[in-house]
């Protein structure tokens, strides 16, 4: 059974950077479309960013659209998140999730589809 580890997170100043990992083991992630989550204090968790199989297709939240990039190196078992330009209210604890429909759009909307969950790594931006 897949199993997925974030690491990467922790506390930086607004307008820093980021790299949020996400290894995988027990079974090759690249069979797998991998997606970004993060819960705010009171919030709903939401979809960040996602990313096919091939790494050749992927989805961003608005709010995330040119500072976040999400990556994938099969060799190593592991997606990334770098996260750049950071502000507060990217504070949260994100979460990978690994999936095996077809990939589309809905993966970024909707946490059915995945199969497989991280237990998550908090980000706190504050200066």
């Known amino acids: 059974q897949l199993q997925l580890v974030e690491s990467g997170g922790g506390l930086v100043q607004p307008g820093g950077s980021l790299r949020l990992s996400c290894a995988a083991s027990a079974s090759p992630l690249d069979i797998y479309v991998v997606g970004w989550f993060r819960q705010a204090p009171g919030k709903e968790r939401e979809g960040v960013a996602t990313?096919?199989?091939?790494?050749?297709?992927?989805h961003y939240v608005d709010s995330v659209k040119g500072r976040f990039t999400i990556s994938r190196d099969d060799a190593k078992n592991t997606v990334y998140l770098q996260m750049n330009s950071l502000k507060p209210e990217d504070t949260a604890v994100y979460y990978c999730?690994?999936?095996?429909?077809?990939?589309?759009?809905?993966?970024?909307?909707?946490?059915?589809?995945?199969?497989?969950w991280g237990q998550g790594t908090q980000v706190t931006v504050s200066s």
């Open positions: 999730a690994a999936g095996q429909g077809a990939y589309s759009g809905d993966f970024l909307r909707h946490e059915g589809l995945y199969d497989y």
């Open positions: 990313i096919s199989r091939t790494g050749l297709s992927k």
